[in-house]
């Protein structure tokens, strides 16, 4: 099996949890924030696109969705799943499109800002890790200068 192959089946099962999770909880290798997709809604209540810090267990984050999402009942359908790879890997994936489709399909008009804002935040972090990694900041290096 060629790298494409592999990259392709791994893709095709993540679209898969995409499709079938009520919520969805995304980590990245190179920062411990958490993409977090809830698709339940009501017609008072969008779902939820945010990046959230890292909690300790899926009960954890349950009892923070129960917190801050009241009118909805418990998920169903939780998953978690690591994203290997770049965030603009994502879109280049087709990953981050249906994500956004599965949001916007309630209907409700603040998902697309939320989409967007939770983008961008993903991106600066990013973006913020492969800096600090460039300067040394929190990182050692395995060859170092010799002085």
Known sequence: MDIDEF???NVSRFLELVDAAEVLAVGFRLFPQRLLVDTRHTGDTPPMIKVVQRVNS?????????????ALPTPQRFYFTIWPRSIEALREAGIWQRILARCESSGHASVKRDCELAWKVLMGLERQEIQQAIKGEGYKAIWE???
């Open 58 to 70: 899926i009960e954890e984050r349950v009892r923070e969705l129960a917190k801050t999402r009241p």
């Open 145 to 147: 200068r010799p002085e």
């Open 7 to 9: 990259t392709q089946q």
